[in-house]
């Protein structure tokens, strides 16, 4: 199991807004989404050439250096999506475990089966990115229906895992006050939620676009307000008041 390799796009040492804490955050390459508002469109391809091929006990060792900073913190895999590498993210995770580390699984949910399951037997926290709670808007944002990251929640829930559910407001895409009332009305049962985090459309990965050769989809979009996103946070604040 040892020498399953992950293909890493990169590593960040000191994460601060991927779970509670400093973290060391791992980023796997490959994602079977297209979000329209992706602004990591390098990590999409999973045969990529990529600078890290570690096993899983090489980023631990990469990782524990770093143990004295991240102790109250953790580790944290993302992406790309971490769960085209479950094999590697599992290992990973349970060695991280046997060594004391809090692990977060940053995932928009679109792959679900039995490797899934498995990760999540070592996952302390999933920050979930709910793309669109209906399914054809869903379809139009990031190619995919959305249904297996509302099977993930309800599997999440069922295991009593924490979640830090997150949501992309885009204009003309998903910043619609009936669909985010109807997407917090169908989260509130969820206990497991800890809080919604809103995070607001930004174009700053617009220019790894022209580097790739790719069109951007979003061209001409202008990024959320920072009023508008204050309005909806405010909205909502009551939900699921923050208990880290
Ligand atoms: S899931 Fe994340 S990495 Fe994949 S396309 Fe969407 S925003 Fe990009």
Redesign the pocket.
Known sequence: MNLIKGKIHSLESFGTVDGPGIRFVTFLQG?P???Q?????D??DAHRAVKYEYTPQELLDEVLKYKNFIKSGGVTLT???PLMQPDFAREYFRLCKEAGLHTALDT?G?IYNEKTLAVLDYTDLVLL?IKALDADRCRKV?GSDGRNALLLLDELQRRGIAVWLRHVVVPGLTDDDAALDALVDFLRPYTVIQKIEWLPYHTMGVFKYEELGLDYPLKGVEPLSAERIREIRERYRDVFPVKK
Not at 37 to 41: F, I, L
């Open positions: 994602c989404l297209r979000c508002y992706c602004h990591n469109p990590t999409w992406g790309g999506e928009s679109a990115d990031c």
